[in-house]
């Protein structure tokens, strides 16, 4: 069986990138804009209905790890027109999982989290998969693996960190860095790989 460190996967992911990097940071820009206007504006139908918008924004780094190895502004709003109903219901469904089970404490909800963390990947995947099917096996893969995932997410802590001190324009290349190491790191369990947290 072949493992990955945290570091090993993070070197991927910034391969990845690539000469992306440009096209990553205005996605990343966009989305965040777009996303920021939402919310300034009212908490109701407008924010809900980027729903689909953070689906398209997790999954379009497949395309960095896959043989198209691009991505671009487009993909954020091409989600509407091929695959509005599927991404906006998992999203919601996930969002509503979450905040239930953060009710009962914060560490189930965090916990459920790392549970749903690729129901997206897996819905982009497989077309004949519904949200919940996705939400579900999601949860089988991430069975033993959830540790995993969050010592990938806290090797990035430093990174965040020195992102302050550029008053957070370094999480413009940030975000899309951590986003295609969990793409990278959702490929190791699809290929059925485990994942070293050293």
Known sequence: MNYSTSS???????????????????????????SAAASSLTWGALTILLLPMQ?????????????????????????????????????????????????LFVIPGIIKTYSYAMAPYLLQENPEMTA??????SMRIMDGNKAR?????LSFIGWYLLSM?????LLLIVV???????????????????????
């Not at 896959?66 to 991404?87: A, K, M």
């Not at 995932?149 to 997410?153: A, C, G, K, P, R």
């Not at 001190?165 to 324009?169: D, E, K, N």
Request: charged share 20%; net charge negative.
């Open 55 to 103: 689906y398209a924004f997790c999954v379009m780094f497949l395309r960095l790890i896959s043989e198209e190895r691009e991505v671009h502004v487009s993909d954020l709003f091409t989600v509407y027109r091929d695959q509005f109903e599927r991404s906006f219901l998992l999203e919601l469904l996930v969002t509503i999982y979450t905040f239930l089970w953060t009710l």
């Open 165 to 169: 001190l550029t008053f957070g324009l």
């Open 176 to 198: 899309p860095y951590h986003m295609t190491a969990r793409a990278e790191f959702y490929q190791e369990l699809k290929n059925g790989a485990s994942v070293d947290t050293l």
């Open 149 to 153: 995932l969050f010592w990938l997410d």
């Open 132 to 137: 919940s099917e996705a939400i579900n096996e």
């Open 8 to 34: 090993e996967i993070r070197e991927r992911a910034w391969n990845a990138l690539g000469d992306q990097k440009g096209n990553a940071v205005l996605v990343t820009l966009v989305f965040w804009a777009l």
